[in-house]
């Protein structure tokens, strides 16, 4: 979508919320054993639930500004993995349109309002959008290459953290070793040594 991503959200299907591992240990103090049904959404993937063509759910972002989205499958495939296809995404953008409202903007009914204030410069308002929102915002604007970088940063974020935990990191991908800068008496005796060598030679 495009949201930055640091507010709460959870799936929903067939009356279960799939939340956080934080959410669930929130709610396991504050509901009761059965008062509501949820789990823990780190435990499921997208294929454990929707298994049928027209199966949906529900994926909410941000408990406070409510943004709903409904994620529909339809169609199967086999599954592909990295190894398969050398590197190339697991998921793949087709199409979109228009701008992704920003994190805190008042849900929907907040982001028209604030779409209706940017149509009129002389609302009291205007002014407090365009110093709150980034620059160059325009909520007709939408880059299929922008929005494919996003998801593949993200993969490739998720795909790291995979190997660091499996511990198989390739070499290419480690951090360079961290190397003591020499200091003013060790530098000029290494420049000394190399003189000798370059001598000798």
């Known amino acids: 979508m495009g949201f930055v991503g640091y507010h709460e959200h959870k799936f929903t299907m067939n009356g279960v919320d799939y939340v956080s591992t934080g959410v669930k240990e929130d709610w396991d103090n504050d509901f009761a054993p059965g008062e509501i049904e ?30 709903s989205h409904t994620l529909t499958l339809i169609d199967i495939q086999r599954y592909r993995s990295l190894q398969e296809t050398h590197a190339e995404p697991e998921y793949f953008i087709t199409g979109g349109e228009n701008c992704c409202p920003p994190d805190d903007v008042g849900g929907a009914d907040g982001y028209n309002h604030m779409i209706e204030v940017l149509q009129n410069p002389d609302d009291e308002e205007y002014r407090e959008y365009k110093d709150w929102l980034y620059e160059g915002f325009d909520p007709a604007r939408f880059n299929i290459h922008e929005a494919r970088m996003r998801c593949w940063d993200f993969e490739r974020t998720v795909e790291t953290i995979r190997m660091r935990m499996d ?9 360079a070793p961290k190397v003591r800068p020499l200091s003013w008496p060790r530098l000029t005796a290494a420049r000394r040594s190399a003189a000798g060598k370059d001598e000798e030679k």
Do not use: A
Not at 167 to 175: A, C, D, F, L, Q
């Open 38 to 67: 949820y789990r823990d959404f780190s435990e499921w993937t997208l294929v454990d639930l929707l298994k049928s063509r027209g199966e949906h759910m529900v994926w909410i972002y941000d408990f406070g500004d409510h943004f």
């Open 167 to 175: 511990g198989t990191i390739p070499p290419e991908m480690r951090p």
